[in-house]
T-cell receptor, first 114, second 111 residues
Framework: DGGITQSPKYLFRKEGQNVTLSCEQN?????MYWYRQDPGQGLRLIYYSQIVNDFQKGDIAEGYSVSREKKESFPLTVTSAQKNPTAFYLC?????????????FGPGTRLTVL | GIQVEQSPPDLILQEGANSTLRCNFSDSVNNLQWFHQNPWGQLINLFY???GTKQNGRLSATTVATERYSLLYISSSQTTDSGVYFC?????????????FGTGTRLTIIP
């Protein structure tokens, strides 16, 4: 089955801790994205990557970091510098430049800071 | 950046009714997508429709790119149609390739 997987589904963190959210895709997509959703709101872009070993900041990158060492993986680290990390995090992928850029989403990770 | 406005913000309908959701955007776009977010948070792709009209079962969508709006039609609503519907647009300016989301329309279908 082709798709996007995210883990864990739920994550609890103490203040001051860094946590890493996993995103894996087997769609052979070049582009991957991380979004944040707060209650009652739309999605906002954190980081995106159009190709391996390259990524760009989105609208709300402060307090987050990413890496793109493999085409199929795009982990997101929520650092202690992120002031309000409690949110729903969604990963997406698309074929990328040169193709139809329809984005497909994973099931999401709900992060709660205690 | 591009602004995306969706209307209405909330819609409550009886099962079997039809509905029209609207998405207005402030600039020309290369990509427009409609999504349905289910109660578990999963975003389900409905349409990739930067222009023209598409239909998929009881759902159809029309984008009039020159007038900067898109419409999503849901006919014969079912309770499983409940959830939040998002419109998202993308403009392919190099270094600024991202989907910008509206704040959504929350649809509630009453049995």
């Amino acid at each position: 089955d082709g798709g996007i997987t995210q883990s864990p589904k739920y994550l609890f963190r103490k203040e001051g801790q860094n946590v890493t959210l996993s995103c894996e895709q087997n769609l052979n997509h070049d582009a991957m994205y991380w979004y944040r959703q707060d209650p009652g709101q739309g999605l906002r872009l954190i980081y995106y990557s159009q190709i391996v070993n390259d990524f760009q900041k989105g609208d709300i990158a402060e307090g987050y970091s990413v890496s793109r060492e493999k085409k199929e993986s795009f982990p997101l680290t929520v650092t202690s510098a992120q002031k309000n990390p409690t949110a729903f995090y969604l990963c997406a992928s698309s074929i990328g430049r040169g193709g139809i850029r329809e984005q497909f989403f994973g099931p999401g990770t709900r992060l709660t800071v205690l | 950046g591009i602004q995306v406005e969706q209307s209405p913000p909330d819609l409550i309908l009886q099962e079997g009714a039809n509905s029209t959701l609207r998405c207005n955007f402030s600039d020309s776009v290369n990509n427009l997508q409609w999504f349905h977010q289910n109660p578990w948070g999963q975003l389900i792709n409905l349409f990739y429709i930067p222009s023209g009209t598409k239909q998929n079962g009881r759902l159809s969508a029309t984008t009039v790119a020159t007038e900067r709006y898109s419409l999503l039609y849901i006919s014969s609503s079912q309770t499983t149609d409940s959830g939040v519907y998002f419109c998202a647009v993308e403009r392919w300016d190099f270094g600024n390739e991202k989907l910008t989301f509206g704040t959504g329309t929350r649809l509630t279908i009453i049995p």
